[in-house]
């Protein structure tokens, strides 16, 4: 209860079913000594990547580079 949010949040947030919202990155900053945007960054890395895998073959496909 140090973050002063629900543990099923938390839970979700590792097991990845949800994202890190810029409350939480607030919370996990001040309890860890770090800044929200190490937190906002790190989510951000984690849907990128996840968007990559999902969908970069199509976006290749679809999506021409200008000439």
């Known amino acids: 209860m140090a973050l002063w949010v629900p543990n ?3 839970y979700a947030i590792v097991g990845g079913e949800r994202g890190i919202s810029a409350d939480t990155a ?3 900053s001040r309890y860890f000594g770090t ?3 190490f937190w ?3 989510q951000t890395r984690f ?3 996840n968007a ?3 969908l970069e073959d199509r976006i ?3 999506v ?3 000439s």
Request: aromatic share 0%.
């Open 40 to 42: 906002i960054n790190l």
């Open 60 to 62: 290749a496909r679809e």
């Open 8 to 10: 099923n949040r938390l």
């Open 26 to 28: 607030l919370r996990l």
């Open 52 to 54: 990559k895998a999902r």
């Open 47 to 49: 849907d990128l990547e």
């Open 35 to 37: 800044t929200p945007e």
């Open 64 to 66: 021409h580079p200008r």
